[in-house]
């Protein structure tokens, strides 16, 4: 079975940081990119961050300059660090994976369960 778990998330004070990890596992020959979504009360879940095979990132205006995301293919994982976090990034944070199992199929969409984040005082 594959799946992508997420950890890291928490309660944390505006300014504060906070490291998200997604570990996808299972029979996977490869991955085309990993990103992080999120998703606040009462919001369409949209994109955070992403990042290619080749190390190609993008990221949404509202955190640039704040939050990096990377990946270590080798252990098939994808980190977002965030910094100087403000109370508009309070949201569920899901990773998501897009990937292949069988050279004989697509690719598919996999996504984790998500992680609460809370920035708070």
């Known amino acids: 079975q594959v799946q992508v778990v997420e950890s890291g998330g928490g309660l944390v004070q505006p300014g504060g940081s906070l490291r998200l990890s997604c570990a996808a596992s299972?029979?996977?020959?490869?991955?085309?990119?990993m990103a992080w979504y999120r998703q606040a009360p009462g919001k369409e879940r949209g994109l955070v961050a992403r990042?290619?095979?080749?190390?190609?990132?993008n990221y949404a205006d509202s955190v640039k300059g704040r939050f990096t995301i990377s990946r270590d293919d080798a252990k098939n994982t994808v980190y977002l660090q965030m910094n100087s976090l403000k109370p508009e990034d309070t949201a569920v944070y899901y990773c998501y994976a897009n990937l292949k199992t069988d050279w004989a199929l697509p690719n598919y969409d996999l996504w984790g369960q998500g992680t609460q984040v809370t920035v708070s005082s």
């Open positions: 299972g029979s996977i020959l490869s991955i085309n990119y």
């Open positions: 990042i290619t095979s080749s190390g190609m990132t």
